[in-house]
T-cell receptor, first 114, second 117 residues
Framework: AQSVSQHNHHVILSEAASLELGCNYS??????LFWYVQYPGQHLQLLLK??????LVKGIKGFEAEFIKSKFSFNLRKPSVQWSDTAEYFC????????????FGAGTRLFVKA | GAGVSQSPRYKVAKRGQDVALRCDPI?????LFWYQQALGQGPEFLTY????????KSGLPSDRFFAERPEGSVSTLKIQRTQQEDSAVYLC???????????????FGAGTRLSVL
């Protein structure tokens, strides 16, 4: 069965620090990968996605993620975080042969200290 | 509407009571998803509709859970004889379907927080 593992449940950083959130998935076939973000008091929204092509994808607000197929990973990065990046981040995967089901990780709560 | 709308935002139910949760998707979105999100967890897939057709209900945890979308727009998730373990946030998402279903980019509602006492 597909699963998604996010390594850190809580991360605390100071402003301007670099961010990397880990995400690993288990599925042997072709996958589509997503990072969703939920800011305090707001809905879940798409941050970035990877379907195919360049494994380094860029999203909104300076975020990027790198797909490493050999490691089954899709880590999220940002070189310099801001207080406004405080949110919960979810990695998600769908399989092209898996129909409609999206599998989410448990989420990582990021708190950025001003 | 401008976004996915869910109602009620909060629901408190006594154990054994039936509840109905409503989702109003973005206008024109033919795909609709329901998720259950327990405290401290990510959303867990429940079911998927394309227009009025329920194409995947593999995530529904028991036969107490039932979802419908009779006219291909508004959807209702019904939970019969609620149990304490049903306490969670129920999220609805809608999307325009990609040619490949797995590439759907989903737009989420605010969710309904269900507490079963």
């Amino acid at each position: 069965a597909q699963s998604v593992s996010q390594h850190n449940h809580h991360v605390i950083l100071s402003e301007a620090a670099s961010l990397e959130l880990g995400c690993n998935y288990s599925y042997g076939g072709t996958v589509n990968l997503f990072w969703y973000v939920q800011y305090p008091g707001q809905h879940l929204q798409l941050l970035l996605k990877y379907f195919s092509g360049d494994p380094l994808v860029k999203g909104i607000k300076g975020f990027e993620a790198e797909f490493i197929k050999s490691k089954f990973s899709f880590n999220l990065r940002k070189p310099s975080v801001q207080w406004s990046d405080t949110a919960e981040y979810f990695c998600a995967v769908t399989a092209n042969t898996g129909g409609f089901k999206t599998i989410f990780g448990a989420g990582t709560r990021l708190f950025v200290k001003a | 509407g401008a976004g996915v709308s869910q109602s009620p935002r909060y629901k408190v139910a006594k154990r054994g009571q039936d509840v109905a949760l409503r989702c109003d998707p973005i206008s024109g979105h033919v795909s609709l998803f329901w998720y259950q999100q327990a405290l401290g967890q990510g959303p867990e897939f429940l079911t998927y509709f394309q227009n009025e057709a329920q194409l995947d209900k593999s995530g529904l945890p028991s036969d107490r859970f039932f979802a419908e979308r009779p006219e291909g727009s508004v959807s209702t998730l019904k939970i019969q004889r609620t149990q304490q373990e049903d306490s969670a946030v129920y999220l609805c998402a809608s999307s325009l379907p990609d040619r490949v279903a797995a590439k759907n980019i989903q737009y989420f509602g605010a969710g309904t927080r269900l507490s079963v006492l």
